[in-house]
Nanobody, 120 residues
Framework: QVQLVESGGGLVQAGGSLRLSCAASGRTLSNYVMGWFRQAPGKDREFVAD???????DYADSVKGRFTISRDNVKNTAYLQMNSLKAEDTAVYYCAVRRYGGSWERPEYRGQGTQVTVSS
């Protein structure tokens, strides 16, 4: 069993920055991809970014150039550095993990989420 705990959310003005953390416990995630998703009120869950054990990353077009995902394999933690935040980035941000070859449609584990609110 893997537990994921997100932190770092909050209220920030447009143009500001936040850094989210996702701390995993229960097992080493060498066989898992770590990812971030978000869900705004009344909208579907949206993929934000993911990172592999190797450090390879993938991003949604809406955040490319503004967000950076990384992971510390020793600490079993993923990070999401969010810069140049916009009002439309307001959402609950979730951390999730899936096995290599799996699908983000059915991640193996997901955290409880952290609220990010960007004021315009």
């Amino acid at each position: 069993q893997v537990q994921l705990v997100e932190s770092g959310g909050g209220l920030v003005q447009a143009g500001g920055s936040l850094r989210l953390s996702c701390a995993a416990s229960g097992r080493t995630l060498s066989n898992y991809v770590m990812g971030w998703f978000r869900q705004a009120p009344g909208k579907d869950r949206e993929f934000v970014a993911d990172v592999r054990w190797s450090g390879n990353t993938d991003y949604a077009d809406s955040v490319k150039g503004r967000f950076t995902i990384s992971r510390d394999n020793v600490k079993n933690t993923a990070y999401l550095q969010m810069n140049s935040l916009k009002a439309e980035d307001t959402a609950v941000y979730y951390c999730a993990v899936r096995r290599y070859g799996g699908s983000w449609e059915r991640p193996e584990y997901r955290g409880q989420g952290t609220q990010v609110t960007v004021s315009s």
